[in-house]
């Protein structure tokens, strides 16, 4: 009964989240058309600078689809699509281990509301291409930085090929998503449910060698953004292999990540800070965390079969979303912000996107205020 009494009186301020994520969104295409930039520089969307592998590309197109699925909208389906169709190409992209980010976000969720089989030869065709990353020693798909990399992130991306292979029945390609799964379980998954950010390998033999990061605060830390993406990852291999050791292991990240202090420098926040280790003084807030998080606990209480599990991970995600509902985290307080969620950090240590928005986080805080939306429409 709390948890329902909670969501009613949040369902207003939830859904004008959204309203003015779509307000943002709408300003980015018109200002910036046919643009895909990755962060904000002073409030302002930037198109230039570092990108990598232009992972974040399928984040902008994500968000309109889901406010075309949510509201019906023909004018942001047009909108989806015109942005969705030049991402086609990335179906064969060998240089990023990010494919599920750029084509999941963007031809999946079209392929969920018109499930045309030139969409699905896509996503599959995606899921090969990412499929000829795995390392055979080792048993894990290679990170962009080298060949004896594993990113953590790279969990948000293997459901990709988990897709692929249980589409086409290529059991060969399902048993390298599971064995990717299981490395990563192994050398980045500690015994509390915290995570590293990369683990390395030694390429001769496929041994292990040392748990390390280019996000977070120390190699031994724990990343927030990292977890959330193991938590939300590991769920997602759960939901397509049915596989409960998926299962648990998304639990025990979830349980570590609601047990930490919502703390950053200047004491408590409600926000998730870029590292849990980090110390104050090197603790700044990355709503990200908050927003990712948040939308991975949605989608795992709808996974686990603990009722009591579910309650308490539905009861955190809104205390997550909360506070990323109005200024300072919303940007709905300075007119000339051109972002929706303010105070996310891309890369610290680079100076990156540090404290402005971040496409990544726009995504998944929309995703998560659908994901509210959802269960206000079930009340």
């Known amino acids: ?124 065709t995606a899921g090969r291409t990412m499929g000829l990353r795995f390392k055979e020693k080792g048993q894990y798909l290679r990170s962009f930085v080298s060949d004896d990399s594993l990113f953590i992130d790279i969990m948000m991306n293997v459901g990709i090929v988990w897709r692929a292979a249980l589409e086409t029945n290529d059991e060969a390609l399902l048993a390298l998503a599971r064995a990717h799964c299981a490395t990563t379980r192994r050398v980045l998954v500690r015994g509390d449910g915290s995570t590293a950010h990369e683990g390395l390998f030694d390429l001769e033999t496929g041994e292990f060698l040392r748990q390390t990061t280019h996000q977070g605060y120390r190699g031994d830390s724990c990343w927030v953004r990292g977890l959330a993406w193991s938590l939300y990852g590991f769920g997602t291999s759960y939901r397509w292999s049915q596989e409960p050791v998926w299962l648990a292991t998304a639990q025990a990240n979830a349980d570590f990540f609601i047990a930490q202090p919502l703390t950053a420098d200047g004491g408590a926040t409600g926000v998730t800070p870029y590292d849990f280790d980090a110390p104050d003084g090197q603790r700044p807030v990355d709503t990200s965390g908050s927003a990712i998080g948040a939308s991975g606990l949605l989608q795992l209480a709808e996974l686990t079969t603990d009722a009591e599990r579910a309650e308490a991970y539905r009861a955190a995600a809104l205390r997550l979303i909360e506070p990323l509902l ?54």
Not at 64 to 90: I, Q, V
């Open 1 to 124: 009964m709390a948890f329902a009494d909670d969501l009613r009186r949040l369902l207003p301020g939830v859904r004008a989240a959204f309203d003015f994520a779509q307000t943002q969104v709408e300003r980015l295409t018109q200002s910036m058309p046919g643009a895909y930039p990755m962060y904000t520089v002073n409030g302002t969307w930037n198109h230039s600078g570092e990108n990598w592998t232009n992972w974040c590309e399928g984040f902008l197109p994500g968000m309109m689809w889901l406010f075309a699925a949510r509201d019906g909208s023909e004018a942001w389906r047009a909108k989806a699509e015109e942005y969705t169709r030049p991402l086609a190409e990335r179906q064969h992209d060998r240089n990023v281990h990010d494919l599920n980010f750029v084509l999941g976000s963007s031809f999946g969720r079209w392929y969920a509301l018109d499930p045309e089989p030139w969409i699905n030869d896509i996503l599959i």
């Open 326 to 379: 109005a200024p300072p985290y919303l940007g709905s307080g300075d007119p000339a912000f051109e972002g929706i969620l303010s105070q996310q950090i891309y890369h610290l240590d680079k100076g990156l996107g540090v404290g402005g928005a971040c496409m990544f986080g726009e995504h998944f805080f929309v995703e998560a205020l659908d994901r509210v939306l959802a269960l206000g429409d079930a009340l």
